[in-house]
């Protein structure tokens, strides 16, 4: 008997519903907010690009009790898609370790200006109930072929299995198996 270790990097959407549990308004009003003060932001100063939710903090014209709000939604966000993944993966893997979660609103944009669909880009990219988990998971293993390579695969054909019920979407961005 041994022990395999894979790394998952994976991107999880809440559903909304779940959301709406603790909320009292849409989450998708902050991501609107925040897109239309970007698009307001790009439009005056010419950048090329749209800001991470960070730098709103340095601008005057932004409300902080909306960035405030985006902080908290996101650390509820974080909290509640933790509890999820390791409710939903503690009786398939050994241990489900997280080394980092990271809300994927306050990151750099990908989306460019003068697009047709920017705004709903946007207010997507903005609103913050998807998180970046990165995931080391370790596996008890029976089987006397320590190199066979199936372990990766494996955690992540699970990994879609027993989470996609759970969230809005699921996707397997990367991973690896380690040694």
Known sequence: MRFEKVLIIIDVQLKSDVLQ?????????IGESLAHIAIEYEKENKTAYYPAIDFFK????VDPDLIASA????WLVSKLARETIQSKLRPIFSSVQF???QTLAFSLPRVRPQK????????RHYTPDTVKLELVLTMMRRDSD???????????????????????SVAVKNSRALL
């Not at 340095?58 to 014209?61: A, C, G, K, M, Y």
């Not at 054909?157 to 996609?164: G, H």
């Open 146 to 168: 320590a190199d066979d390579n199936r372990a990766e695969p494996y955690a992540r054909k699970m990994i879609f299995r027993w989470l996609e019920s759970a969230f809005e």
């Open 58 to 61: 340095t601008l005057n014209n």
């Open 99 to 101: 080394q980092s979660i």
């Open 21 to 29: 549990q603790y909320l009292p308004c849409s989450i998708t009003m």
């Open 71 to 74: 902080e908290q939604v996101s």
């Open 116 to 123: 047709n669909d920017t705004f709903s880009q946007l207010a």
